[in-house]
T-cell receptor
Framework: GIQVEQSPPDLILQEGANSTLRCNFS?????LQWFHQNPWGQLINLFYIPSGTKQNGRLSATTVATERYSLLYISSSQTTDSGVYFC???????????FGTGTRLTIIP | NAGVTQTPKFQVLKTGQSMTLQCAQDMNHEYMSWYRQDPGMGLRLIHY???????DQGEVPNGYNVSRSTTEDFPLRLLSAAPSQTSVYFC???????????????FGEGSRLTVL
């Protein structure tokens, strides 16, 4: 099956810093999503982005499908950004989203 | 709109007991799925369904049964619980374009299961 690797596994930043999270995948995809799991365990969909670039406030994401990677940018980090960020992908005709193991982000006040 | 609702939120079972985790969504989503989350392993797909009457296996289906009699409900059954099934379980749903892919996935709040 498709492999999904996220980096870095852990990231600790001061409030106000910017960060870039990376998701690499091993096969062509027609679906890529980014999720944030907050410290209480809730999973929130951030972006549905099989290709191209999207922005939502301080967050933006870019997927370069031909090179099999996606990036999630967080600018001016806030403590509420803390949690685990997951990337999930689906290859053509697969009907299944496969998740990476996540990047744990900790924002220090 | 309640979104995706899971019950119970917490459950403790003894080895060999059976139980059902309930999942309901009110968004008229065709696609529903169950994941389990274990420390350091991300989310792994257990079973999924692309519509009423249709179910299929995910990455880790052993020990679990599902059915999809209505669009709204997708219960997950543990027939004989084992300690290895101690985990946090998430139900999720999305629109589904059978020609393309699963759509934007929405998650329930999770159910924490402990098997002693």
């Amino acid at each position: 099956g498709i492999q999904v690797e996220q980096s870095p596994p852990d990231l600790i930043l001061q409030e106000g810093a910017n960060s870039t999270l990376r998701c690499n995948f091993s096969d062509s995809v027609n679906n890529l999503q980014w999720f944030h799991q907050n410290p209480w365990g809730q999973l929130i969909n951030l972006f549905y982005i099989p290709s191209g670039t999207k922005q939502n406030g301080r967050l933006s994401a870019t997927t370069v499908a031909t090179e099999r990677y996606s990036l999630l940018y967080i600018s001016s980090s806030q403590t509420t950004d803390s949690g685990v960020y997951f990337c999930a992908v689906e290859s053509f005709g697969n009907e299944k989203l496969t998740f990476g193991t996540g990047t744990r982000l900790t924002i220090i006040p | 709109n309640a979104g995706v609702t899971q019950t119970p939120k917490f459950q403790v079972l003894k080895t060999g007991q059976s139980m059902t985790l309930q999942c309901a969504q009110d968004m008229n989503h065709e696609y529903m799925s169950w994941y389990r989350q274990d420390p350091g392993m991300g989310l792994r797909l257990i079973h999924y369904s692309v519509g009423a009457g249709i179910t299929d296996q995910g990455e880790v289906p052993n020990g679990y049964n599902v059915s999809r009699s209505t669009t709204e409900d997708f219960p997950l059954r543990l027939l004989s619980a084992a300690p290895s099934q101690t985990s946090v379980y998430f139900c999720a749903s999305s629109l589904f374009n059978g020609l393309a892919n699963t759509g934007e996935l929405f998650f329930g709040e999770g159910s924490r299961l402990t098997v002693l």
